[in-house]
């Protein structure tokens, strides 16, 4: 059988192919000889698998797709407070190369514009290093988040420096707001380094996959950045990463994004996958015009918006039912899917609700696939309430979904594998090493 | 047993309650009367239940919070183009008071600025309204939103209309455009009735649930906008709800967004929460300071930032194995869990690997809570593809989790409620209306 | 003999009249309803004489013309300290309709922007008037600006009310600064009145004539408004009153003006005259095509940049001579022209440089015909220190051209009306009414 | 008898000599260093005579004061167009060292910010120079305005090079917009270069009193730039030379003017005087707090308010009478003072309504000491009018105030001497040399 993905993307480029409007980047000569014919667009899922149509291993300049790695890794290797003295997240409602500083402090009003990319770059790697070293961090760091070795495109970035009149301007007034402390050429010619570092639709694909699976590259396995890292930046990215044109693309796609001028787009949805696309012509905005209809699409299709609720969930209490009877009863919630706040909000409710009169309590575990921490934390002070009011309280956590299972302060709980196990056996049969497992005070 | 939610609402308040530093809105006795002490927080919960500590049944004006909503029905009323033909989605990067219109066109920038939500309100409700008649139009629809019948402050409205000199003044600024085609006056009469109507916090978490809810009450179950404008309306908040405090809230708090002047907040957290808390004293942006702190709190304590994403699902595939052997033998992938595009995908990438040899293959979906339209036309497309690769295709799914299973197009799948069914059972066994139904061409 | 001057101006008129570029006014139809075709000039010297070629007495509304003579008005009414406390005089760089107000205080720019005209019109006439009492005192104050009882165009002026949007919208926002503390409304309607006084071109030349003549009208020799309050008016007209073309208009044209849409300009040269042209397309600024070419060609072709320096004036001091010998001996400084600071210090110099050995010095006024207050103080200085300096000083004045002539402290001055009475004349002589009377201590 | 100027000046000075507020301008520790009791102002007359009081001798360096005369050298050197096409004339109404440009071309709004005198230091000199020729040619031009052979501080220029972030950054932004064509770091350079030349009050008084006497140095009689661009400058620099504060200058002092951050000021009248002051604390725009006080003073004590009126002249036509009697009779026009337009009007009236018998019409110039251009013409066309309507005319102009007396196209005059020469003479007597001179066809 042949994956139904790729099909589904090479449908996708053919219905935008036909798309010829937009204009290549013309400010250095590099960018406009691109081929404007160029389009391919890749998924990577956070598990690691990628998918793809066209042309997703053409190599091109990732240009300001690098500015939120950047940031992230600047947030990493400096932590957030340095960072925020300098470079604001607030949205500018304006082009990405206006100069966009706050008026008093002179503090960029996000990273994704230029000067607050510019500031961004200088903050990468730890404080003392060099120049060069910064460079080779960043490079390094793009790296990770790609999964492989990038290099730099030494032509593009050359040019690119012969016109970085309204950069050098940026840098020079940071420069004199003391948001940069270097001297600004050189600042301006390590980013514009980062800027020439060559990817493909495949790499990119890789890298939002990387920020989608909390900072972890899902082959390689390498923790890149924090998770409040990547928080940070998607967040930044979903109000200030397409621009003037951020509020478009917050309501109709939805997805938080990063575009580059060589015609790269990425988007990532945390928890699920990173999508890139590639082609070269661009609407006035600066963004790839059929890298934009294929985010559109991707997202109507495949439900990806960020502020489309998912399907509802099934209750996460399936059933409460009393196994046993006499003072053996008892009383079982079963619990299924995957549990957080408001799942675990269904679970107290049903417990106050149910008022169980059994002494033996048990929620059963064994059809949930995962807990978060606020629904663990939750859990646990239900259990540990039941307690207190006189119940004995099971575990039913066939594996373990439910760590370090101490409710604290009073409550106890007894985890078990199964049911029957919480169920009071005949008296001397001897306990073995799978006995019930007694946690708490 | 007690709930173990009111309990941390009532911490949390606790928490924040000693911070007494902002000022009540000025501009208008009425508001700057009000009683500053006054602490509330709620949740509604999608499924209704609400949860509430400190000052959730005191009534206060809903002030700006009658923007979303407002803007909610305008959508619904008029449909997406008209709306947006009038009035913005970009951030603005400006205070709540700032005009803020596009230069050329006269278009406010957003819905969450005062040009964008008087000229909104003007859009509520059919096009021939009179004036009185679009009032009881959004004081019905805010109504439906809260479930239950809001009124007016009459002494609020009246002296905001005497202190509306700015509000008259981006009014006639719009009608000079032709934003605005009625009398300005009337209009802003109009806009500062809707924001006179009296909320409790509890209302507002309803309200705020309602939008969680995809659009439909969670207790009276009426659809009161439609699934697309609620994603319109959420991504505007989280873009524009909270002025040019924007960005520090989208990375901070991360949940759409919308704060009053009168000291409520509420928050909407899609497919979970609403959350409403009240405090009237307001920092420098307009926002509740207390509400603000409350807000971190409850996205820090609670992993509600949209940005992180959810606790990473268990595999959708849980196993695979054979049933039976020789000729009869039956491949079963058993899922579980709600599968959207990214756990069809694993579905999909099994299924290849797998590539089964057995005749006979069976999807599993006991176990599977609920399964998303993209999901379902992927799983039906895998059937499609095994039946043309000569396989005989079931589903075993005895709550018809996935409606409509027909693979079209030369696929076929049998629908059955256990494994068991699937397994070619002896001859001469009378089949009943249990027995399997065969699907597709 | 027939004029010299309403040839040229007909040479002039005919020079542009073949331009027809521009647009007319098109926001009111009954602007849009001018004759298009329409084109007038006229001088208005400081001692009343018009010359005129074309349309001069066509009747068109004054519109932004107004504002400077309103303007003068207000400050002649209330003084300079409560007008210049809410509103500005510096330029704008902005269009006329631009808001501009000042951030913090919403004090508007200027009083030639609309902003700044409407509240200038609010502050006509003393503080106490009604509404339908202070349009009354505007009007009256452009009647004898003008020297003829002016009307309003009532239709223009119901049609401007009409469309007023975006004057109502710059009126709300002052009264929310308090910059309007009465009904915006009301004083937009009487700001509308004010615009809507008809003028003729040889109207708006004598009232740009009573400018020139320190505010005094020509012909009436009504003192309209005080001298320092025409300087004012003057400054600002230089540099604000072209609007965004301001600059412009001030090295290429060099003469304080003020521009109105139906079409009419005026240029007040101090001391000299009034110019006004009438022609109603506008170029994109809202100022008349053909009355910015008029002007630019007045300019040129008579010197009138007021930053070109006057042709240089002849010596002050004509000469120095002796009459008489012995100790009979005066020394003679004749002096002529019109004596400002530059030509005192020319006399200063001479009366340092020449060091007098004489026991008599006269300066002789025969030949001056002007001397400013500077000069005259001065002069009596140069007198007081020649008297200390052991002299006996004439000053032989036979029109009073120096007044009130008492050098004070030391100084002492005998008034003459010819040299020869500075001469010892024989003894026994009768002293008629006409003999030397001294001035000083 | 000792001058009463400097007396004046001594007087106006310690009237302002207690005024200590303000701030040195800090952002150089060369400045910052700077003596701030420092205190003397300086008048040139156009004659080149230099009066003066307090620190005049004291050597600071020029700064901002340099930018009129740089473009004053600019369009001397390059020509009107080619400079106006690179810097606006407009009033930015912003700080000194706010961007201002123009944001389609990105033309620096006027040439008094720093954008704008960036772009001319590089317009200065012929187009070919290098950048040490054309500081060369900066330094050699600011010498020629002041008489005397100028030297830089080399210690304040270097200190301000590496302090030059913000003009780096604008310079590099007018280079991105090909405003500048050179490396913008040689540019700052060489503009830095010109604003560290060493001027004392002294030179700075003489550099205004040169712009004064229309370009032309009063003592050397050097023409440093032509007429018109000393009308272009003074109208920039009354528009715009006093930053953000130019409309109060305008309105209160009404002389052009230009402040340095070192502490000078300078202030030009002209056909009058250039003014200088020195005394280095700033107020917030920037401008000498002291300096501001004493031009106030100067321009109310000595009525050189541009705006005001000179003291209305003397009517120039003296008189009308008539010479002689019978076919002899010869009707006399006797004129006085300068004749500018309005002057020759009031002979053009008189003309006219005289509308003389006489065969014989003398126009007197005896009295007059100037005749502008506009003047002369208007004039000569009054002799030529005459001399139609069949009259004989003669000029009595005894200094040639009137230069090449020919009316033309019908116009035919006779200059004399006297009067008496243009009354006929018993026939007989032998001409001489002297006699009347006929002009005209």
Known sequence: MRSVIPDYLTEALGAVESDLSGELAGYIPEL????????GAAFATVQGEVYGAGDIDTEFTI???????????ALADRGFAPVLAKVGVEPSGEAFNQISLESDTGRPLNPMINAGAITTHALAGAAGLTPAERVERVVDGLSAFAGRRLRMDEAVCASEMRHAHRNLAIAHMLRGHDILTEDPRTVVDGYTRQCSVLVTARDLAMMAATLANRGVHPLSGERVVPEPVVRQVLSVMFTCGMYDAAGDWATQVGIPAKSGVAGGLIG???GQIGIATFSPRLDPHGNSVRGVSLFERFSSDMGMHLMGAPATARAVVRSHHVV??????????????????TGAEQVVREAVEVAPTEARVALDLTLVHSIDDV?????????????????EVYLVDPETILPDPDPGDGGRVTVVATVEQAVPSPPAVARDRNQPRPHGT
């Open 324 to 341: 046993g009877d006499g003072p053996n009863a008892l009383r079982v919630l079963q619990l299924q899917g995957g549990i957080g706040f």
């Open 32 to 39: 406009a000889a691109a081929d404007p014919e160029r389009l």
């Open 375 to 391: 629904a663990r934390r939750m859990l646990l002070e239900v259990a540990r309430r039941l307690t207190l009011d006189g119940h």
């Open 268 to 270: 990532a949805l945390p």
């Open 63 to 73: 240009q300001s797709i690098s500015k939120p790695f950047a940031y992230a890794l």
